[in-house]
């Protein structure tokens, strides 16, 4: 059985507006954030983004567990990025304030160097990632979860697609809690997750007494679910009644305006290279 | 009469991908207004010829062999599709948790009649229309997953009734219920027919299902039709060892035998220890008290112990903390407040794989926890994560297969054996780790009567094995099956709203009825019949050791027919 996102009906300025004008103003928004490279414009993004959580009243409690796995992820991937000096050649040429280090690894030199250049485009990336991520988190965490399904048939996706869709969404927490009972019963047979070592196959061996149980039953829940919507007519006629009804009013207008001009502003500013990748080497 | 609103006619069929037929030469008719029982063991075709009726086989289940006529309202089944069947029989599968497709009940219940396009106004009106029928209507609004498991299965029904089918298939129904939420799913059944519809119920328990008068039995053995027709011949028919039938009828049919043939003493009286107080303390819990949220105490100031020679069934409410006081018994959960001591170790101090060497906990569903390529390796991944050497590790696996009669399947991949096998590698996992006390979350849900019966014995039996030691000292079951715990138990903990509020024998602990209704339970006709003859028994048995306290004389008394709704 599907679960539901940890949804709590608050009376906000987000979620008053049209969870359709919501999703297509995120696509926008998050469209544009990947077009910019400009540091100061990726900035003020990332403080509209944590001011929307806000705007939300997203507490630090529901959102905890999401961040806690995006902020080390994307911490590892910038760090990797920024000293392994790759990504970014296409924005910059040059490098200015070469930091050098050495250091020993397993046995192995490493001399990682930093450049002025590498530390702007690791907070780039940083601010950019961080910035999709608070905007997407909108959408679980905003949407009435009876709402998914007529939210993307009012995308335009079709009948079928759009109640496939409102599943396979409601299908992630779902997975959370298999997760956890596939845990609890493997812990207690004495597998402790936080001790597996050995290489890295060997590791992602060890992790089959999670990935399995979950795996299968996820196969097997998959085919219940298709018995249980083919028993009550799913897909059967040319178009289907959604009992949740969804209207646009004028400030759902006004948000996907406001979504789709800053879209259109920010890929005519980048065509004329104002938005481009931004070092302050004026003030050095 | 009138029209009948089914017709079955030598159906039989046959799955692709076996060479037996599952379903052979079945005939039988329902009209208006009628509740058909349709009873035998697992296997034994009832879940097939659901899936004839509702259309699954052969839209879903394709390239099987099928033969025969099902008439619905007079018109063949074989000319519809799955939507148009759809209207005129309703399905609810056994468990409302593979059923609802829903976020909120009102999704839930408008999704047949979302697809079949009727006017939204329309839906509206028949969601309230048949939630306002089942006595629902506050859950509405409600989150489906987040419902209890009575809920949900008047949820699932709501579903199907909303699409107003002619005929109504329940697949095992009470399958997931407490005692109490089970007769209230059942007096909404009567009333489904009463108000004209056509019922055909799949179930195990039998006796519950004669509580509401069903008006006929179709009993099914390996693919056969062994009886059709009143309940009165079905129980004169029916084999107690196989089907669970009233007390009173399965202690008169074995007393009868028994006075056929002399020297049979009917069933052995099951050896259940001395119970309480006599052994070790293997775990103790004192004034633990336990929440996720401090507004909603998930247990409150429970103290008690295991100790060595207890075999304790946990009986109560969905939600009553019953899975939660185990989960600290293994370390899972920790108490905010009180203690847990394992072995003498506070839990606190101790990690699950430390504590895995007490207490062995076996899953509900053997799927959360099967994944290695052999049964040999499965069963060997427990004593390794604590830390047993290798040749440990291979006298454990083959004792543990022996126990649990698992031989010949070592080599065989576990996710590839059948459910009652799975559930024993389950066991064996346990038992290869050596751990002293055995608990158990719901061991016989989903079982037939006969299987279940075996399952408990064999595991009782283990007491008493092993190599001069047993490999269990404790052993712990929580359950909804009232009948389960009087016939296994020796000891009782009845949970309700957090609180442990009653530990004892389960000759004093199910005496008091007003403390089985605090904790929803029903009364069933084998605590009855015990509580009759426990002047003369001592104890509490199963009604097959009942039959030797039953003189030919009662044995004639014993009423026949429906039981009383309670």
Redesign the interface.
């Known amino acids: ?4 996102w940890n949804y709590k009906e608050r009376n906000t300025i987000v979620q008053r507006l049209d969870p359709r004008a919501r999703v297509i103003f995120i696509l926008c928004a998050i469209v544009a954030i990947i077009l910019v490279w400009d540091l100061r414009v990726l900035v003020l993004w990332l403080a509209f983004s944590l001011l929307t959580l806000r705007l939300a009243r997203l507490t630090w409690a529901e959102m905890r567990r999401f961040w806690l796995v995006v902020l080390p992820v994307v911490t590892f991937l910038v760090t990797l990025t920024a000293l392994t000096g790759r990504g970014g050649e296409e924005a910059y040429r040059e490098r200015h304030l070469n930091w050098q280090a050495t250091w020993t690894l397993f046995g192995r030199s490493l001399s990682p160097s930093l450049s002025i250049e590498q530390l702007f485009f690791a907070a780039s990336q940083f601010s950019r990632m961080l910035s999709m991520a608070a905007l997407s988190l909108l959408i679980p965490f905003t949407i009435h ?2 709402q ?1 399904g007529v939210t993307f048939k009012g995308l335009g996706l079709s009948d079928k697609f759009a109640v496939a869709t ?2 396979a969404f ?1 299908f992630v927490p779902t997975l959370g809690r ?1 997760f956890a ?2 845990l ?9 997750v936080e001790r597996l070592g050995g290489g890295l196959v060997q590791q992602v061996r060890n992790l ?2 999670l ?3 979950i795996t ?2 996820a196969i ?2 998959a085919e ?14 040319p ?7 969804l209207v646009y009013r004028r400030k759902d207008y006004v948000l996907i305006a406001v979504g789709v001009t800053i879209l259109v502003l920010t890929i005519i500013l980048r065509r004329l290279g104002i938005i481009a990748f931004w070092v302050p080497l004026g003030w050095l | 009469m009138s029209t009948p609103t089914l017709v079955v006619h030598n159906l039989s069929y046959r799955y692709r991908t076996r060479q037996e037929f599952a379903l052979r030469g079945c005939s039988f008719s329902a009209y208006p207004g009628e509740i058909i029982l349709i009873a035998g063991a697992s296997g034994c075709g009832k879940t097939t010829l659901m899936r004839c009726i ?1 259309g ?1 086989i052969p ?2 289940y394709k390239g099987g062999e099928l033969s025969g006529n099902i008439l619905i309202k007079g018109e063949p089944v074989a000319g519809h ?3 148009s069947l ?2 005129k029989v309703g ?1 609810v ?1 056994q ?10 009940v ?2 839930e219940v ?11 106004d329309e ?2 009106h028949r ?1 309230d229309e048949v939630l306002n029928f089942l006595g629902i209507a506050h859950l509405r609004d409600r ?3 987040a419902l209890s498991g009575g809920e ?1 299965q008047k949820v699932a029904l709501a ?2 009734l909303a ?1 107003r089918p002619d005929l109504i298939l329940l697949d095992e129904p009470l399958a997931s219920l407490d005692p109490a939420s089970a007769l209230e799913a059942l007096e909404a059944i009567r009333r489904l027919a009463d108000s004209g519809k056509t019922v055909l119920i799949i179930e195990h328990r039998v006796e519950d299902v004669l509580r509401i008068r069903p008006d006929k039995v179709l009993y099914l053995e390996d693919g056969m039709q062994r009886y059709w027709g009143p309940v009165d011949g079905f129980l004169a028919m029916a084999d107690p060892t196989q089907v669970k039938l009233p007390a009173e009828h399965a202690a008169r049919a074995i007393r009868s035998r028994m006075d056929a043939a002399p020297r049979s003493d009917g069933a052995p009286i099951l050896d259940r220890g001395h119970g309480e107080g006599r052994g070790e303390p293997l775990v103790v819990f004192e004034h633990v008290d336990f929440w996720y949220n401090p507004e909603r105490p998930v247990l409150h100031d429970v103290s008690t112990d295991i100790r060595a020679g207890d075999v304790i069934a946990l009986l109560g409410p969905n939600g009553s903390g019953k899975t939660t006081l185990v ?1 600290h018994a ?3 959960l920790r108490p905010r407040r009180g203690r847990v001591l394992v072995a003498g170790r506070d839990t606190r101090k101790t ?3 430390q504590t ?1 060497r007490t207490v ?2 076996v ?1 509900q569903s053997p ?6 390529p052999t049964v040999a390796e499965e069963l060997a ?2 004593p390794r ?2 830390g047993f050497d290798e040749t440990e590790i291979a006298r454990n696996v083959a004792e543990a297969v022996r126990i649990t009669h698992l031989e010949g399947l070592e080599p065989l991949p576990p ?1 590839s054996l059948s459910y009652g096998q799975q559930r024993r590698v389950g066991i064996a ?2 038992v290869a ?1 050596q751990s002293q006390v055995l608990a158990m979350d719901e061991p016989t849900s989903g079982q037939d009567y006969r299987h279940y019966t075996a399952f408990m014995d064999a595991i009782m039996a283990m007491r008493r094995q092993g190599n001069g030691e047993a490999p269990f000292k404790a052993i712990l079951f929580i359950t909804h099956d009232l009948d389960l715990a009087l016939s296994y138990a020796n000891r009782i903990w009845l949970f309700a709203e957090g609180r442990l509020v009653a530990d004892g024998p389960p000759e004093q602990v199910l005496a008091d009825d007003a403390l089985l209704q605090r904790c929803r339970l029903v009364p069933t006709s084998l605590l009855r019949l015990n509580r009759a003859l426990f002047p003369q028994t001592g104890r509490f048995q199963r009604a097959e050791a009942l039959a030797r306290y039953l003189p030919p004389t009662l044995a004639a008394d014993v009423p026949t027919g429906g039981m009383p709704m309670a």
């Open positions: 059985m599907l679960v539901n979860p009876a998914y409102d599943l409601r298999d009972t596939v609890d019963a493997q812990r207690a047979r004495g597998y402790e089959a007494p990935i399995i149980p299968i039953g097997l829940g219940d679910i298709i018995d249980a919507m083919d028993l009550r007519a799913f897909g059967t006629r178009k289907r009644t959604w009992v949740t009804q | 509702n699954l839209h879903s599709s799955l939507s759809a209207q399905t599968l468990d409302p948790e593979k059923q609802i497709v829903g976020a909120y009102l999704n408008a999704f047949g009649l979302e697809n079949l396009a009727l006017p939204r839906i509206l969601v989150e489906t997953f949900k579903g199907v699409m989960k293994i370390c899972l990690t699950a794989a895995a062995g906990y899953f799927g959360h926890m099967l994944f290695a991944f427990g994560n604590i996710l996992a346990v780790m």
